[in-house]
């Protein structure tokens, strides 16, 4: 079987816990204003590699990953369901600890089977207010959320992820309603509040897309300090 990929980080320490092995796979459906890799939004591109490819590379690297393991990233993972079940498979039998960073917006019927062989998700939820997510995503929040309750049901590992963008996402009603949200799962390990940047400008450029956040400034310290309070005000693990 072959999927598309975008990249590979043999040194990840951001996209799950220890040192982990990062496959950035092809395709996104959403269109997030404040992406920093659109470069991976197309599904069939970069670079077609057969799972038996990929677990060769992922087996050269298992001792320096012992202490995390393999994560698929994007771009969307489960754009490519039938491709990422089949690695994080592989992966499992090996003794590697598996994860998938996800957006969570595909129907739950077109990716269950991805997801059940990870040992965690990390679950980027754009925002709690659906009508917003649509605006600057391109997508309401329904499949989200409805992820996260079926991850709540089988008992699997969460890490939430959201970004803060000033003008579109630091809004402290809305994140005060998801942090209240977040507060009734068993499955949360921890919060990931994670500040905008502008790192990926130069691909929007590259690829001839408009950039609408151009004069958007990083969130102030100020204003990061007073979300992760409000998430732990939820008894939240928040990072
Ligand atoms: S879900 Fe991720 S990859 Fe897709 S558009 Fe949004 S930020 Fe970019």
């Avoid at 994007?74 to 590697?96: M, T």
């Avoid at 409805?146 to 963008?165: F, G, Q, T």
């Avoid at 897309?209 to 979300?227: D, F």
Wanted: proline share 4%; aromatic share 8%; charged share 25%.
């Amino acid at each position: 079987m072959e999927g598309y990929i975008h990249s590979v980080e043999t040194y990840g320490t951001l996209d799950g816990p220890g040192i982990r092995y990062v496959v950035f796979m092809q395709g996104c459906a959403l269109r997030c204003k404040y992406c920093h890799n659109p470069d991976t939004w197309q599904l069939q591109a970069g670079n077609k590699t057969t799972v038996q490819e990929l677990m060769e590379d992922i087996l050269k690297y298992k001792n320096f990953i012992k202490s995390g393991g393999v994560t698929l990233s994007g771009g969307e993972p489960l754009l490519q369901p039938d491709y990422a079940a089949e690695v994080l498979k592989e992966c499992r039998k090996h003794g590697i600890h598996t994860a998938i960073d996800t957006s969570g917006e595909l129907p739950l019927i077109t990716c269950r089977h991805a997801i059940d062989e990870a040992d965690l998700v990390l679950l980027d939820i754009k925002s709690i207010d659906s009508a917003k997510a649509l605006c600057f995503t391109g997508k309401g929040n329904e499949n989200v959320l409805r992820l996260l309750d079926y991850l709540e049901e089988s008992k699997k590992e969460v890490w939430i992820r959201h970004v803060i963008v000033p003008g579109l996402t630091d809004d402290y009603e809305d994140i005060e309603k998801l942090a209240e949200h977040l507060s009734h799962y068993t499955v949360i390990s921890r919060v990931d509040i994670l500040p905008f940047h502008k790192l990926g400008e130069y691909k929007w450029e590259e690829l001839g897309l408009m950039y609408e956040l151009g004069s958007t400034q990083p969130p102030e310290k100020e204003s990061i300090a007073k979300i992760k309070t409000i998430f732990r005000k939820y008894k939240l693990n928040v990072v």
